[in-house]
């Protein structure tokens, strides 16, 4: 069984910045992608970054520049660096990961239970 904790949501004002974790844990093979995922009240969910195990990274056009997504090479953990927030960035962000579990070649798709983000004066 794999659980995602995401970390680091918080209020702040245009401009500024925050830093979100993801730890993964449980029986967990390897991961593939990690990713950034958020959503808002009346908003479909978005896509904001997400990192192969390859180093391959890609972000949603809307935090292009703004945003990086990194991860530990020796751990089950990554994050989203968020620079230059903006008031549309006011989310629920969750973090995901593919990943093997138990030695299977199957891969699944797991979910952290989110973390809010709110950019606001």
């Known amino acids: 069984q794999v659980q995602l904790v995401e970390s680091g949501g918080d209020l702040v004002q245009p401009g500024g910045s925050l830093r979100l974790s993801c730890a993964a844990s449980?029986?967990?093979?390897?991961?593939?992608?990690m990713r950034w995922v958020r959503e808002a009240p009346g908003k479909q969910r978005e896509l904001v970054a997400f990192?192969?195990?390859?180093?391959?990274?890609n972000y949603a056009d809307s935090v292009k520049g703004r945003f990086t997504i990194s991860r530990d090479t020796t751990g089950n953990t990554w994050y989203l660096q968020m620079n230059s927030l903006k008031p549309e960035d006011t989310a629920v962000y969750y973090c995901s990961a593919r990943a093997k579990v138990d030695y299977s070649a199957r891969e699944s798709d797991y979910w952290g239970q989110g973390t809010q983000v709110t950019v606001s004066s």
């Open positions: 449980g029986t967990i093979s390897s991961i593939s992608i």
């Open positions: 990192v192969h195990r390859s180093g391959f990274t």
